[in-house]
C-alpha cells in the first residue's frame, strides 16, 4: 500500500490550491484517506478526510468552508480543494489512509494511520 501526494506550492493569501493523494495496492475502495498538516512550531492536525466507498466526508473546523475534499475512485485518488488560502494555513500537508474510515480523524488522531504519503509544502505569503 503507498500513497503519493502532490499539489504543494507557494501561494499568496486569498489564493487556492488543490492537492492530490493517489492511493495504489489497496484492493477495493474500502479505506478512508485522510489529510493532515503540520505547521512550522506545531503539531500534527487533521485537516479532512474522505471514506472512498460512500463518499463521507469530514472537515475540520479550522479550514470548514475554505477546503474541500473529493474523490476519484476510478484513479484511487483524494483531492484537497484550498480556496481563500491564509498565511496560517501554510504547513506540511500530509495524506494517510485508514481502513476504520474517518473515525479516528474525526476524534483528533493523528498517528497510527495504516499508509502514509510523503509531504507536500504549503506555503501562503502574506
Known amino acids: 500500500v503507498q500513497l503519493q501526494a502532490s499539489g504543494g506550492g507557494l501561494v499568496q493569501a486569498g489564493g487556492s490550491l488543490r492537492l492530490s493523494c493517489s492511493a495504489s495496492g489497496f484492493a477495493d475502495d474500502d479505506y478512508a484517506i485522510g489529510w493532515f498538516r503540520r505547521a512550522p512550531g506545531k503539531g500534527r492536525e487533521g485537516v479532512s478526510c474522505?471514506?472512498?466507498?460512500?463518499?463521507?466526508?469530514y472537515i475540520a473546523d479550522s479550514v470548514a468552508g475554505r477546503f474541500t475534499i473529493s474523490s476519484d475512485n476510478a484513479r484511487n485518488t483524494a483531492y484537497l480543494e484550498m480556496n481563500s488560502l491564509k498565511p496560517e494555513d501554510t504547513a506540511v500537508y500530509y495524506c494517510a489512509a485508514d481502513w476504520r474510515g474517518c473515525a479516528n480523524l474525526r476524534v483528533g488522531v493523528t498517528s497510527g494511520y495504516d499508509a502514509w504519503g510523503q509531504g507536500t509544502l504549503v506555503t501562503v505569503s502574506s
Open positions: 474522505i471514506r472512498l466507498r460512500d463518499r463521507s466526508t
